[in-house]
């Protein structure tokens, strides 16, 4: 089953008409998109794009076979040229299956929102499921029966629990192909989107590309282990979090803990459980070695600091005595072991940092040993992760993987 994309952005286009964003001001070439449609062997097209018959000509391809033409979810966006010749426009009522002429069986799927999605089967057998923009499958909506799609196309940074929840019913595989369509100014410009979208196990390609359903394509990989620094309100716990999104089952490990009466930490809580998808778990601990030795869903660990904090705490780090004495050597000995157990554990884990030391010198003794220990301890986690993250002003750079 061939399949040629002529658009993959929101049905207002990237860049958006007049718009002076920066994502906007950056979609020019292979990142500028027109509104997503789906070209299937040449028989089939899913919704439309400004210009179809221009569109498909770029591409190298002609909708003068096209036998059925599904819309996917209202047009809202700028008018769209309906070429004559082509049969008229419809959709596919929830649940129902339609036989193209062509040999494809289309069958339409409910949705959370406004729309249709479209499960296409081709006449070898290949799967593909397409999801309008901003939707995810309803609750009732069968999934994974059949095994994984060779394809999905989703709204994959719009709707990234859709993504999750393929994930976790089996619709979604190792092996399947996910392409993230109906791309807005919302996206993050350049070469961020595409690594904000291997994160997730997902790729974008340009508008006219074609690709053959069920070939092989190296699927991006997910990433098992990350370490996401920054300074204050650098946004690194936010980056942390978007790279879990598209994970069905997230355990989320708040080494801070509790603080009695204090209102301004219970409202950095609250404000976090609030950001998080409510099929996350919460655990308050640290005690994070049991935690990496088990197998189970993806960690998000927040924070390493507040870690230290409490290993410090636990060895009397802060008594220049008890440090002289012992407590140097207690404490590396917990840090050896942490790194120890990010180097062997079984699940996919994202933990955060705080990047110190780039500023002023702490005035005390105390704040100079926490900043030394916090370095050192940063480095011997970096070390055993395949992914590194330093987040500046909202800006994820890349430091490994």
């Given at each position: 089953m061939e399949l040629t994309l002529l658009g993959t952005g929101a049905p207002d286009g990237l860049p958006r008409p007049g718009c002076p964003c920066a994502s906007c001001a950056t979609a020019v070439g292979d990142e500028a998109r027109a509104a997503?449609?789906?070209?299937?062997?040449?028989?089939?097209?899913?919704?439309?794009?400004?210009?179809?018959?221009?569109?498909?000509?770029?591409?190298?391809?002609?909708?003068?076979?096209?036998?059925?033409?599904?819309?996917?979810?209202?047009?809202?966006?700028?008018?769209?040229?309906?070429?004559?010749?082509?049969?008229?426009?419809?959709?596919?009522?929830?649940?129902?299956?339609?036989?193209?002429?062509?040999?494809?069986?289309?069958?339409?799927?409910?949705?959370?929102?406004?729309?249709?999605?479209?499960?296409?089967?081709?006449?070898?057998?290949?799967?593909?499921?397409?999801?309008p923009p901003g939707a995810s499958?309803?609750?009732?909506?069968?999934?994974?029966?059949?095994?994984?799609?060779?394809?999905?196309?989703?709204?994959?940074?719009?709707?990234?629990?859709?993504?999750?929840?393929l994930r976790e019913t089996g619709a979604v595989g190792a092996t399947t192909d996910v392409l993230a369509i109906h791309l807005d100014h919302d996206v993050p410009p350049g070469r961020e989107l595409h690594r904000r979208l291997a994160a997730l196990g997902a790729r974008t390609v340009p508008d006219g590309t074609t690709l053959v359903v069920g070939d092989y394509h190296a699927v991006p990989d997910l990433p098992r282990r990350t370490l996401v620094l920054g300074g204050a309100r650098s946004g690194k716990s936010v980056e942390a979090e978007r790279r879990l999104e598209g994970f069905p089952d997230v355990v989320y490990v708040a080494t801070g803990g509790t603080r009695e009466g204090d209102r301004e930490w219970a409202a950095r809580i609250a404000l976090h459980r609030e950001r998080r998808p409510g099929s996350w778990r919460t655990a308050e601990t640290c005690d994070l070695v049991p935690l990496l030795a088990e197998d189970g869903p993806a960690l998000l660990i927040d924070c390493l600091g507040l870690?230290?904090?409490?290993?410090?705490?636990?060895?009397?780090?802060?008594?220049?005595?008890?440090?002289?004495?012992?407590?140097?050597?207690?404490?590396?000995?917990?840090?050896?072991?942490?790194?120890?157990?990010?180097?062997?554990?079984?699940?996919?884990?994202?933990?955060?940092?705080?990047?110190?030391?780039?500023?002023?010198?702490?005035?005390?003794?105390?704040?100079?040993?926490?900043?030394?220990?916090?370095?050192?301890?940063?480095?011997?986690?970096?070390?055993?992760?395949?992914?590194?993250l330093l987040v500046v002003a909202g800006q994820p750079l890349p430091l490994r993987g």
């Open positions: 997503t449609a789906l070209l299937v062997d040449g028989a089939l097209l899913l919704d439309l794009t400004p210009g179809p018959a221009f569109a498909a000509a770029r591409a190298g391809r002609s909708i003068a076979g096209v036998r059925q033409v599904l819309l996917s979810h209202p047009h809202d966006g700028p008018a769209v040229e309906f070429p004559a010749g082509l049969p008229a426009p419809g959709r596919v009522p929830d649940g129902r299956e339609l036989a193209v002429i062509s040999g494809h069986r289309v069958r339409a799927m409910a949705l959370d929102a406004p729309g249709t999605g479209y499960e296409v089967t081709g006449p070898e057998g290949e799967r593909l499921l397409y999801l499958p309803a609750g009732f909506a069968p999934l994974g029966a059949s095994g994984p799609y060779d394809m999905v196309l989703l709204d994959v940074l719009g709707r990234p629990d859709a993504l999750a929840r870690w230290l904090t409490d290993a410090m705490d636990s060895v009397e780090a802060w008594d220049d005595a008890v440090w002289a004495n012992g407590g140097a050597r207690a404490l590396a000995k917990r840090v050896a072991e942490l790194a120890a157990a990010v180097r062997a554990t079984p699940r996919t884990v994202v933990l955060v940092s705080n990047e110190v030391g780039s500023g002023v010198v702490p005035a005390t003794a105390s704040g100079r040993r926490f900043r030394d220990e916090l370095g050192r301890l940063n480095t011997a986690v970096a070390a055993e992760c395949e992914h590194v």
